[in-house]
């Protein structure tokens, strides 16, 4: 008779494969011959039974071995990168695969699966981050203006008043390592001025021209292929530096701005 019960799924990534740990919250029957020295640990079920999804792609599990009475190591076939989504599904039940009970494993849906570097568990940092201009923190210049605007989106805006160039400002996430798309939201018009963008002190965005002969509202300029470098916390500052020749100021006036990885339509 099948029995259902969890597991936990988690898995690294070793060169050109994964390795993933299939834990059961119950123990599992192992051995045919249980009094063999050393253990014969030969139940386990056929690997066609394995479903394995990476990035929305099936991919083979090629070999199994039990590492103690609760955890099944499986093996991935070949993969060329680091995947981003990784979901193993069970396709039983099968005689082998069955608690120390003989309760064969039921069938379960698709588990996600945790990534673990070096068999230590992953800081899970995320792969978005919005961050509203009315909370950054001036560095240089006058303090900023919050304006209610019902033509923005989400009815606000926020500019430094009256503004200069060379004005400053700094926010903070957190956010993984990876490619990102980089967006800002806020107006465009004639006295408006060009802002360089600075993750963790590198420039990422150079000369973003707010500048147009008519007011326009809910401007999103986005730049590609920016590069977080590591896990963790990070600094994003803005600099207003310069302004288009037609522009008869500097001002710089935004709602928000926000981080989506490149690859982000492949996550739940």
Same mark, same amino acid.
């Given at each position: 008779?099948?029995?259902?019960?969890?597991?936990?799924?988690?898995?690294?990534?070793?060169?050109?494969?994964?390795?993933?740990?299939?834990?059961?919250?119950?123990?599992?029957?192992?051995?045919?011959?249980?009094?063999?020295?050393?253990?014969?640990?030969?139940?386990?079920?056929?690997?066609?039974?394995?479903?394995?999804?990476?990035?929305?792609?099936?991919?083979?599990?090629?070999?199994?071995?039990?590492?103690?009475?609760?955890?099944?190591?499986?093996?991935?076939?070949?993969?060329?990168?680091?995947?981003?989504?990784?979901?193993?599904?069970?396709?039983?039940?099968?005689?082998?695969?069955?608690?120390?009970?003989?309760?064969?494993?039921?069938?379960?849906?698709?588990?996600?699966?945790?990534?673990?570097?070096?068999?230590?568990? /992953?800081?899970?940092?995320?792969?978005?981050? #919005?961050?509203?201009? $009315?909370?950054?923190?001036? *560095?240089? =210049?006058? %303090?900023?203006?919050?304006?209610?605007?019902?033509?923005?989106?989400?009815?606000?805006?926020?500019?430094?008043?009256?503004?200069?160039?060379?004005?400053?400002?700094?926010?903070?996430?957190?956010?993984?390592?990876?490619?990102?798309?980089?967006?800002?939201?806020?107006?465009?018009?004639?006295?408006?001025?060009?802002?360089?963008?600075?993750?963790?002190?590198?420039?990422?965005?150079?000369?973003?021209?707010?500048?147009?002969?008519?007011?326009?509202?809910? /401007?999103?300029?986005?730049?590609?292929?920016? #590069?977080?470098?590591? $896990?963790?916390?990070?600094? *994003?500052? =803005?600099? %207003?530096?310069?302004?288009?020749?037609?522009?008869?100021?500097?001002?710089?006036?935004?709602?928000?701005?926000?981080?989506?990885?490149?690859?982000?339509?492949?996550?739940?």
């Amino acid at each position: 008779m099948p029995y259902a019960a969890k597991a936990t799924v988690e898995h690294e990534f070793v060169t050109d494969h994964l390795e993933l740990y299939v834990t059961f919250r119950q123990p599992m029957k192992l051995s045919s011959e249980p009094l063999t020295v050393p253990p014969v640990w030969d139940i386990m079920p056929p690997l066609a039974k394995w479903v394995l999804d990476i990035d929305a792609s099936p991919i083979d599990i090629i070999s199994s071995k039990w590492i103690d009475l609760w955890t099944l190591l499986l093996i991935s076939d070949t993969l060329t990168t680091r995947p981003v989504l990784v979901k193993l599904e069970y396709d039983g039940p099968n005689i082998g695969l069955r608690t120390s009970w003989d309760k064969q494993w039921e069938a379960f849906g698709p588990i996600v699966s945790v990534e673990l570097v070096s068999g230590v568990l /992953v800081n899970m940092y995320p792969h978005r981050a #919005t961050l509203w201009h $009315d909370e950054a923190i001036v *560095l240089t =210049g006058n %303090v900023f203006t919050h304006g209610v605007a019902g033509t923005n989106r989400y009815m606000t805006r926020s500019y430094q008043d009256a503004p200069a160039n060379g004005d400053s400002f700094s926010h903070s996430f957190m956010l993984a390592a990876g490619t990102y798309d980089f967006s800002a939201i806020g107006g465009t018009q004639t006295q408006y001025g060009m802002i360089d963008w600075y993750i963790d002190g590198a420039k990422v965005v150079s000369g973003q021209d707010w500048f147009s002969w008519s007011v326009t509202y809910n /401007v999103l300029k986005i730049t590609t292929g920016i #590069t977080v470098v590591y $896990d963790g916390y990070h600094h *994003l500052r =803005g600099i %207003v530096n310069g302004k288009n020749a037609s522009s008869s100021s500097y001002y710089i006036a935004l709602i928000k701005y926000f981080f989506r990885q490149t690859s982000d339509s492949l996550r739940i």
